[in-house]
């Protein structure tokens, strides 16, 4: 019979329950981040569907008619997308769940509408093409930030002011519309958007041991799709700048 008193029975124990507790956590965080990327894989899908829906039939298509209808509208459609991201970002804690899955699935319809524009713009080939390498890139990138024992965190803040400069050359690049300044932008955004995959994977999976077993942990799968998406949509959007080609 056991003995219970045994400093080696009671270590035994102690480290079995230990394995088990692991292994609980491991599954849990497996199953926490396979939310997360089945939400932000159905996000990119239904933005792309909606994509093609709107721009089906080239210049007689509904997007066609919308972007070549006047300001007011376009800005509505693209800024929209704008708006919702900063809610779900600044009201998580006032906000639902669900209000929040409502909330994602609709900036992702939005979004597909204002990335239509894209297939008016580059033919079908440069969009898979690029689409593909963005995919490809963004799996790799994800999984070495999921594996990796480095700290990406100080990475991850020069990474946020690169995507400052980023916007504010964008702006700028508006009115001087310079081709060589739009190459640069688009270099760097894909670097900049790589390395924030990493970034915010490995955020993503340490967030999981704060919000495990409370009811913060919905929202947390819905808002860290919403990072990846963002992610993902905007490496694909300066790739396809850099290698695709244009309609006209």
Known sequence: MANWSDPQTTTAYATAAGARADAAYDAGLRSYMLSVYNYMASGVL???IVALLFSWGGTESVAYSVFTSGWPLVWLIVLSPLAIVFAMSFGQNKFSTGTLHMLFWAFTVLMGLSLSTLLLRYTGTSVAQAFFATA???AGLSLYGYTTKRDLS???S???VGLIGIIVASIINIFTQSSAMA???SIAGVLIFAGLTAYDTQRIKSLYQHVVGTDMIGKAVILSALSL????INMFQFILAL?????D
């Open 46 to 48: 239904l933005s792309g």
């Open 136 to 138: 490809a890139g963004f």
């Open 154 to 156: 100080g990475f991850g």
């Open 158 to 160: 020069f990474l946020i």
């Open 183 to 185: 190459l640069i932008i």
């Open 229 to 232: 998406y963002l992610d993902f």
């Open 243 to 247: 290698m695709g080609s244009s309609r």
